[in-house]
């Protein structure tokens, strides 16, 4: 682990601790002498995307916060179809809309709100910028949710990491499960090249360096904090779809370094780590890094991963959310989930 995050979160996991524990479930401990209980969350991705799905979305949004399991929802990006416009005023009133839910909301930005924003044939805007405006309207409070329950979480956004700007990468601890988030998006980690004239690709390869080593740190961070809470867990969200079956190998380059350093400290950590994305928009349970994974570097299996793909997109209608159970205790599965359409 890296000995520069050692000493931060030493200082910060008194903190994380005595967070309230958002989403924890009833259930008694069952001679679980250090108290670890379930915790149960909500997970969506990839929506609103079509007219249809942006006018039902305040009403999937009241749904949850009627939905008395958990009061922690994480929405893993992609707020938008990836071709339409990026307007300030489009995020804003998603932003607004995340705010209108009852509990604590955590996001981690998708590609189609800013990656892909070079891409829209009437209003190109560079990328870069787009995720500068997604920070100042979604991280503002850096180290807080979203949502009418806004709890503290911690951040990136800190002196001692070596990329403070990013606000967006955040982590926290609940009843013995570490949970954290990555800016992490599709179109090949932002690799596919930007609209000629919309930005430079000096500027395009720098965003992908600059967020590439943070990203790594911030893996590093989450489970460098689950050693230090002594984690039974942990669960990891993300916007891509780093194996998505309709990519070739030449459009999923962008993720080797992630997978590597995914794989080495899933491995280390030799306890139950959970991986969330949406991207490609179709519910999957799977472990991708089962056997290993030679095309991107992985020559050793990692049999303690599971990855959920939520389901999302353009092609489902009703909106539908995942109510996911994390259960720190010996005796239990780690992980269930039932998918709920209200």
């Not at 000493?7 to 601790?17: G, H, N, V, Y």
């Not at 500068?132 to 806004?150: D, M």
């Not at 990329?163 to 932002?190: M, R």
Request: hydrophobic share 40%; proline share 6%; charged share 15%.
């Amino acid at each position: 682990m890296i000995t520069s995050w050692s000493a931060w979160l030493s200082a910060r996991i008194i903190i994380a601790a005595l967070l309230v524990a958002i989403g924890t479930t009833a259930a008694p401990a069952e001679n679980d002498d250090d108290g670890a209980r379930p915790v149960t969350i909500g997970v969506v991705g990839d929506m609103p995307y079509t007219t249809q799905q942006q006018t039902a979305f305040q009403a999937f949004i009241d749904a949850m916060s009627a939905d008395t399991s958990f009061r922690l929802l994480v929405h893993l990006g992609d707020i938008k179809s990836g071709s339409s416009a990026c307007t300030d005023g489009y995020i804003t009133g998603i932003r607004n809309q995340f705010n209108t839910y009852a509990g604590a909301l955590v996001y981690t930005p998708g590609d189609n709100e800013w990656t892909d924003c070079h891409r829209n044939a009437s209003q190109p805007k560079n990328p870069v910028e787009r995720l500068n405006f997604l920070r100042a309207q979604f991280f503002s409070q850096p180290g807080r949710t979203l949502g009418g329950e806004s709890v503290q979480v911690l951040t990136q956004a800190s002196k001692s990491s070596a990329f403070p700007t990013f606000v967006e990468n955040q982590a926290w601890v609940t009843s013995k499960v570490v949970f954290g988030v990555v800016n992490l998006p599709g179109s090949n980690n932002d690799l596919d090249p930007w609209t000629n004239g919309v930005g430079t690709p000096a500027q395009q390869q720098e965003e992908f360096a600059s967020r590439l080593a943070a990203d790594l740190e911030w893996l590093d961070a989450i489970f460098a904090l689950a050693d230090e809470s002594h984690a039974r867990a942990v669960v990891i969200g993300i916007q891509a779809d780093m194996w998505d079956p309709a990519a070739g190998a030449a459009e999923l380059t962008g993720y080797n370094q992630i997978i590597q350093k995914l794989a080495f400290l899933v491995r280390q950590f030799g306890k139950p780590v959970l991986l969330l994305n949406g991207d490609s928009h179709n519910f999957l349970v799977d472990n991708p890094l089962a056997a290993g994974d030679p095309a991107h570097g992985v020559t050793d299996p990692v049999p303690n991963l599971t990855r959920i793909i939520v389901q999302g997109g353009s092609d489902h209608f009703p909106l539908q959310y995942l109510r996911l159970t994390i259960d720190p205790r010996p005796s239990h599965p780690t992980f269930s989930w039932e998918r709920v359409t209200p």
